[in-house]
């Protein structure tokens, strides 16, 4: 596998530009603009969000901190299924393990599967509500998902 040397999410060659983030149903309009910071921060710029409750909004930007271009060029889509039109590997995120039809891997072996699929193809990474993360319906809609180990107690992740 050849990466570019250009680390910006938008280098020709780097299997991050072919990563979108996907949120769906975002409530609290800060935590749209903290993934957009985190995104940055780790090399990607493709943000799809999904019924949020309130986007564009002032604590998105404030938020951000600083990654203002990711919300800028954020996509918003009314269904799941628009946010992952086109990608050729959808993995879902989450910190409880649950039945369904796909594939479930640790965060590490999607995150591995991720990328090399992303040489060939766009790879959604699809994440749910603040408050119950992804249905059971969301997650069938993935063809991976990936479990991240948390606290059983309270295994709320927050991006």
């Given amino acids: 596998m050849t990466v570019s040397s250009d680390l910006s999410p938008s280098a020709a060659g780097y299997p991050l530009a072919r990563m979108r983030v996907v949120l769906v149903r975002t409530s609290h309009p800060g935590n749209i603009g903290a993934a957009a910071r985190a995104m940055l921060t780790m090399g990607l ?3 799809v ?7 564009p909004d002032p604590a998105a930007g404030a938020r951000a901190s ?3 271009a990711v919300l ?13 039109a ?4 959808t993995i879902g995120l989450s910190a409880r393990p649950r039945e369904f039809a796909g594939q479930v891997l640790s965060v590490r072996a999607a995150a591995e599967r991720a990328v090399a ?3 060939h193809g766009d790879v959604a990474l699809v994440f749910g509500t603040e408050m119950s993360g992804l249905s ?5 809609r993935c063809a991976l998902v990936a479990t991240i180990p948390a606290n059983s107690g309270y295994a709320s992740l927050n991006l």
Avoid: I, K, Y
């Fill in 66 to 68: 600083g990654a203002t």
């Fill in 45 to 47: 710029d493709r943000l």
């Fill in 72 to 84: 800028g060029r954020a996509t918003v889509v009314d269904s799941l299924d628009a946010a992952l």
């Fill in 136 to 140: 059971n319906e969301e997650l069938a």
């Fill in 117 to 119: 699929t992303a040489l």
């Fill in 49 to 55: 969000l999904v019924a949020p409750l309130r986007f």
């Fill in 86 to 89: 086109g990608a050729v590997l």
